[in-house]
T-cell receptor
């Protein structure tokens, strides 16, 4: 099976802009989670979607949002970008109670 | 919420030696503990995981031990090789939950 894919891989934005990142899970996986990875804060959970519904949410401001489509693909959106939003954004998919498999990430740089 | 602490932050070992990374967690309801390896510029990859009904699990040169009473778990890598050099993350979550709480990572360097 193909692994988790994310697009785009790299992105440069300026403060105040918004950005949309995309994640395609492993075929058959209905759960998609998003994480933010930074050198200072490490890997932090953003939110998780299952069957188009957000099931769980981390401690991030409302500028961070997401959605999931009927084919389990997921997008996350960050509005009004801040310098501190520069990070590697990882999505992970899983089936049932099994392991989460990570995508390669989208590296976002906010200038 | 869950708090996972990981030590050491950096670890250097000679090739062939063993490496041990330790993590503690705070939420007694956590019962799933995966370990991920992340090489530079790459995605985190699961290397081993353990559930709370098991005390130890081995996979070739890698083993994980869990002490539920003390709320700590450890990763053991034996006969280390240069390709083991990477950042290793421990994580914890509750059964049925889909958010992993990660430790801060350990940068392992295996010196040839």
């Amino acid at each position: 099976k193909a692994g988790v894919t994310q697009t785009p891989r790299y992105l440069i934005k300026t403060r105040g802009q918004q950005v949309t990142l995309s994640c395609s899970p492993i075929s058959g996986h209905r759960s998609v989670s998003w994480y933010q990875q930074t050198p200072g804060q490490g890997l932090q959970f953003l939110f998780e979607y299952f069957s188009e519904t957000q099931r769980n949410k981390g401690n991030f401001p409302g500028r961070f949002s997401g959605r999931q489509f009927s084919n389990s693909r997921s997008e996350m959106n960050v509005s009004t970008l801040e310098l501190g939003d520069s990070a590697l954004y990882l999505c992970a998919s899983k089936a049932g109670q099994e392991t989460q498999y990570f995508g390669p990430g989208t590296r976002l740089l906010v200038l | 919420g869950e708090n996972v602490e990981q030590h050491p932050s950096t670890l250097s070992v000679q090739e062939g030696d063993s490496a041990v990374i330790k993590c503690t967690y705070s939420d007694s309801a956590s019962n799933y503990f995966p370990w991920y390896k992340q090489e530079l510029g790459k995605r985190p990859q699961l290397i081993i995981d353990i559930r709370s009904n098991v005390g130890e699990k081995k996979d070739q040169r890698i083993a994980v031990t869990l002490n539920k009473t003390a709320k700590h778990f450890s990763l053991h890598i034996t006969e280390t090789q240069p390709e083991d050099s990477a950042v290793y993350f421990c994580a914890a979550s509750r059964s049925g939950a889909n958010n992993l709480f990660f430790g801060t990572g350990t940068r392992l360097t295996v010196i040839p």
